[in-house]
């Protein structure tokens, strides 16, 4: 089974990989996040999975566009709903990919995380993969999260200190208001 899976960044995408690969499946990652603010911040984590890439003999299609306005007018007065948003723009880019590329599904990295709301990621990534007529494959990665921190820490990879978009950022470091 080829599967494709969207990569947030290096860290999230050492377990899942793992885990695909004991199931037998062949994966290719896919690097697409336009909501990763400030630049500096996307530059960081585009290099770590490319770092990653090598170390973990992944090869991965690279969308290396920094659309941070597209992004923006996404969520602009729709905030509480910006999660929705981001998670629909890089699954469906992802799942474009995956149609394109003849793999047999596609997932993403963000089930990863403990932070990530997995009902609403789940939902999203099989209606996009309905559209694209490409399956979305589930799987609850956070079984793996110790181990897949403890690895990163191992390696050396850049490690991010929240999710990616301006929103996470401000309340990473003031809090939730």
């Known amino acids: 089974m080829k599967t494709l899976i969207h990569c947030c960044c290096a860290n999230c995408l050492i377990y899942p990989l793992k885990a695909l690969r004991e199931e037998g499946r062949e ?5 697409y996040n336009p909501n990763i603010h400030p630049y500096q911040e996307y530059q960081r984590r585009l290099e770590a999975v490319r770092e990653y890439e090598r170390k973990a ?9 920094y659309s941070l306005e597209e992004f923006l007018r996404g969520v602009a007065f ?4 910006r999660c929705r948003f981001c998670y629909h723009l890089r699954l469906e880019a992802t799942a474009q990919v995956a149609k394109h590329g003849k793999f047999d599904a596609f997932t993403s990295t963000l089930l990863y995380s403990k932070h990530q709301n997995h009902e609403l990621i789940k939902a999203i990534g099989e209606a996009v993969g309905k559209e694209q ?3 979305f494959l589930y799987r609850d990665f956070r079984d793996g999260w110790k181990e897949g921190i403890a690895e990163s820490k191992a390696l050396k990879l850049y ?3 929240y999710c990616g978009c301006i929103y996470s950022e401000k309340e990473r470091y003031l809090g939730k208001r």
């Open 57 to 65: 003999a992944i090869q991965v299609i690279y969308r290396d566009e």
């Open 78 to 81: 729709r905030e509480d709903e």
């Open 27 to 31: 994966v290719m990652g896919f690097f």
């Open 133 to 135: 007529g490409v399956p």
């Open 159 to 161: 490690r991010q200190q």
